[in-house]
């Protein structure tokens, strides 16, 4: 009987092991994992706008900031964990990547003031005083009730690169020539950077043990992982190959809801009824047979900000903007979503436009804080997950994207993915 009882007991010991092991094998995102959190941003300290990319050995840390809705102050906790490549988390001990605690509370906050909507901004530094991570490669940040480790309300990505290797992005024409003017190739040379001075080992140029990727603005859907073509003296190369080429897009879409006293940039409309704030946007157009007009907008991106407050954090409010697309007739064969960081570049159901076929146009509607905001409207075929900006943005060559490339590099001797180069190129 005994025995039989500790038999049972090791079957449900694996069982619940192999369970979690599933769980920690699920793909991190950039998510909200509940309504009541807003206008999460992670990014450098002291330089707003920049991706979430910090180099091993350095004093620089993340900012990571994020309201709850409602007025009542409420504790949280944050937590790193390591990942591989793919994103997917892997089995390193805390140890291993951050010398320091890899969960600790969060105990910066203030309470909104003056505004109609009521709201905690939470804030944290990454890592925390007197920490420093030990690893290069991808990491996950994410935040949770103090009393309820498992229940997640965010999850946000950021990086560490080492710099053993360096990487150079070249913008150029197609190799196929094909629709030279709607589309770009990006090249990649990696070579061993010479000027390293940090404590990781130099790695080897073997392509085996190499893994590009490349990234266009902020978007997930059309990440590229590109394959080696060949050396050229003695650096590798990646280059002239269907996954280097990626579709130009037009300039972004962009809005300013930083005054809600009077209408600003596209919008037509933004008034205050029972307690909240509503916007109403210039109508949308299908642009993808238009002309390209230049436009420098913020490829995306959105910032918080505030004509008539000194602290924007705090005394910016939020407002219901709503978006509207006319079209006669709904696509019958796939989705319209609104993409760029107001929706953290996800194409799922908070980011899907609704035909409503009284107005006879496609609509949507956010909640989000005062500020600038750029987005693109993208296609997503059924059965599809890449968006197409040919539908309703157009492509053409001479929008300004920007491409960022990860080299990681893992030989048999790491027991992980690291981040040996990371380079970024506005074009």
């Not at 994207?401 to 001797?413: H, K, Q, W």
Request: glycine share 6%; charged share 25%.
């Amino acid at each position: 009987m005994n025995r039989r009882i500790i038999f049972v007991f090791i079957a449900l010991l694996a069982t619940a092991l192999g369970c979690c092991k599933g769980a920690f094998a699920q793909v991190a995102t950039d998510s909200n994992w509940t309504e009541r959190v807003k206008t999460v941003t992670l990014y450098k300290n002291g330089v707003e706008l920049e991706p979430p990319v910090l180099t091993l050995g350095s004093e620089d840390r993340l900012l990571l900031r994020f309201d709850v809705l409602g007025a009542e102050t409420e504790n949280y906790r944050y937590r790193i964990r390591h990942c591989n490549s793919r994103w997917e988390v892997d089995d390193l001990e805390p140890y291993e990547f951050l010398n320091g605690f890899e969960e600790a509370p969060i105990e910066n906050y203030n309470s909104s003031f003056t505004t109609l909507t009521d709201y905690v901004n939470y804030y944290q530094y990454i890592p925390s005083q007197y920490s420093r991570f030990l690893a290069s490669g991808n990491y996950v940040l994410t935040v949770f009730p103090q009393d309820d480790p498992d229940s997640i309300i965010l999850s946000r990505r950021f990086y560490v690169v080492e710099g053993t290797l360096k990487a150079e992005l070249t913008v150029t024409t197609p190799f196929d020539n094909a629709s030279v003017m709607q589309r770009r190739e990006v090249d990649v040379a990696v070579s061993v950077n010479m000027d390293y001075r940090g404590d990781a080992l130099t790695p080897s140029l073997n392509p085996a043990w190499c893994e590009v990727v490349v990234q266009q603005n902020g978007r997930w859907d059309n990440l590229r992982r590109l394959p080696f073509s060949g050396y050229e003296r003695g650096d590798l190369m990646y280059r002239n190959r269907k996954e280097n080429v990626f579709d130009c897009g037009n300039t972004f879409r962009w809005f300013d809801i930083s005054n809600i006293r009077t209408t600003m940039y596209n919008v037509v409309q933004i008034e205050e009824y029972g307690g909240e704030w509503y916007a109403m946007l210039k109508p949308l157009d299908d642009r993808s047979n238009g002309n390209f007009i230049m436009e420098r907008v913020l490829n995306g991106g959105m910032k918080v900000n505030v004509w008539d407050r000194t602290n924007k954090q705090t005394e910016a409010d939020y407002v219901y903007v709503n978006f509207m697309l006319p079209m006669r007739y709904p696509f019958m064969n796939g989705n319209i979503h609104v993409v760029g960081d107001l929706t953290q570049w996800c194409m799922d159901e908070h980011s899907r436009m609704e035909y409503n076929p009284d107005h006879h146009a496609y609509e949507l509607r956010l909640m989000l804080k005062q500020g600038y905001y750029a987005y693109q409207l993208l296609f997503v075929p059924v059965g599809e997950s890449e968006g197409l900006t040919s539908t309703l943005e157009g492509n053409h060559y001479e929008t300004p994207n920007r491409y960022s490339v990860f080299v990681y590099y893992r030989s048999p001797n790491d027991r992980y993915d690291r981040l040996a180069a990371y380079k970024r190129v506005d074009n």
